[in-house]
Nanobody, 114 residues
Framework: QVQLVESGGGLVQPGGSLRLSCAASGSNFRFAVMGWYRQAPGKERERVATITSGGSTNYADSVKGRFTISRDNAKNTMYLQMNSLKPEDTARYYC????????WGQGTQVTVSS
């Protein structure tokens, strides 16, 4: 199993930016298709972005053009650059493997509010 640690969240005004990081333990990270997920209070967890081991990406329509997912396999780390943030982006953000997911980490809270 892989331990996942998310960081980089915070309080930001609408239109602002944040960069989230996901640090993964274990040597199989570089082979894994990874994703960023988010869960807002009272809502189900949704996947917002995915990235393959080779760097191909996919995004939910709600974040397309605003969020960018990337990874550094040498550092076992994945990132989510979030720009033009909206109040509806407020949620706890998590990372995980798409296939055979590991136990969920604690996530990192993103709050978009003026």
């Amino acid at each position: 199993q892989v331990q996942l640690v998310e960081s980089g969240g915070g309080l930001v005004q609408p239109g602002g930016s944040l960069r989230l990081s996901c640090a993964a333990s274990g040597s199989n990270f570089r082979f894994a298709v990874m994703g960023w997920y988010r869960q807002a209070p009272g809502k189900e967890r949704e996947r917002v972005a995915t990235i393959t081991s080779g760097g191909s990406t996919n995004y939910a329509d709600s974040v397309k053009g605003r969020f960018t997912i990337s990874r550094d396999n040498a550092k076992n780390t994945m990132y989510l650059q979030m720009n033009s943030l909206k109040p509806e982006d407020t949620a706890r953000y998590y990372c995980n493997r798409i296939y055979n997911p590991d136990p969920w980490g604690q996530g990192t809270q993103v709050t978009v509010s003026s």
